[in-house]
């Protein structure tokens, strides 16, 4: 069973209608600009905050948007990928 | 004026958290003492008062939150209104002399660094430090102070204002700032003190001619001297297509863009100030800029929301001064120094007048001068 889940460190804004992370912390060294989350983004965001479990966030991720599961999957891996290459992530197995 | 088809978002806030200082620098555009204080009528706001504000901005959505003063540091509770503050998700912005920095405030900061620190220094020895500051230690504790803040992973900026006491000191704080691989930022103009403060500064300021120089001087070792020196030493490059090079050179044509995008936009006072912008005083007024006092709202007793509503409604539209009004020269005056130095939002300030057309002719014979350079180059 693999988590994962953010890093501490990274908070979420909402400024005007988009939502962006700012670094806090250590974690302003490697500030290169803002992220901002799409709502299919905020989503998984919010779930892997606390941290979860990769087969439970493909669950939910095909109940909240009607998806099927090897979509679900293949937008979570590339979310996952995209949080890696900005050191948001942790992962434990 | 009718807020509702103006296009605001209170983006970039400024908490001055107290307009007390340590130092007492002869030029200080806002600090006041206790007995000015209470001539003005103001309290500090508690820390509690603050780290409700800061959650205010947050919901209401600013970003960019800069913390200041005077000196933030001199406020006692500077620890934990700062913690809380920091954990809101706002991009930090701290000013400060740097001669405060304590062991507990060292502490707090390594563990949640602002994402930029501005530090004004004000000399580059223990005797100018005296002349302008008052305090000549302060050199000393500004060095210590600076040393540390340059190991977080901040992005700093060193700041300085030039009078007549330490402009012989101007190119080595500027080595200083190159030292610590920061920003360097010199203040545009020394006007008159704001909002009750109490410096002094008609003595000690630059003339507009001494300004203008200085200006120049720097203009030309920071972007013309080693524009030259990269021609020289790559004689087969065209100039013209350089765009580095080009975008240092075209410092009036980007002064045009402004100029035309601002008046594009309908704005409160010609800038961000009250549109994308604002301040919060050390007493608890919702205001443009820090420099403006002209009017305010109450954030404090109103919530945040609401003053930052209520504000267009309260401002009287700032007229352009009378004697400007067939002036074609690209002005560096805005309601804020016009107040600053005047009284008045439309006030016309003959020192101000001075600076922005001298300022305007050094800068179009510098870019004459690069542009007939890149001619000759390129032919």
Known sequence: ?93 | MDSIDMDRSPLNGTFELTARCNLQCKMCLIRIDEKRMQELGGRERTTKEWIHMAQEAEEAGTIGLLLTGGEPMLRSDFIGLYQEIVKMGFIITLYTNATLINKEIREILSKYPPHKIGVTVYGASQETYKRVTGNANAYLQMIEGLDFLRKLPSQLQVRTTIIKDNINDLDQIANLASGLYAEFSISRIVTKPVRGGIAKVEDCRLTPEQSVAMFHDRNRKEIVDPFYKFADENPDLMLTDIGTLESHACVAQEFEGMTVQKAHKRTLYGCEAGMTSYCITWDGKLIGCQMLGDCWTDPFTNTFKKAWNDFPNIMKHPEKPRECESCRTGCSACPATRLAETGRLDGFSEYLCRESKLSHVMEESLLSEIQQRIKREDR
């Open chain 1, 1 to 93: 069973m693999k988590l994962v889940k953010i890093k501490e460190g990274f908070i979420v804004r909402k400024i005007a209608d988009t939502n962006i992370v700012v670094p806090i912390g250590d974690n302003i060294a490697d500030f290169n600009g803002f992220i901002s989350l799409n709502e299919t983004a905020l989503f998984l965001w919010k779930k892997i905050a606390g941290g979860t479990d990769l087969s439970q966030l493909a669950n939910d991720m095909t109940q909240e948007y009607e998806i099927s599961m090897e979509t679900a999957q293949k937008d979570i891996k590339r979310f996952l990928e995209r949080l890696k290459r900005a050191d948001m992530l942790d992962e434990y197995a």
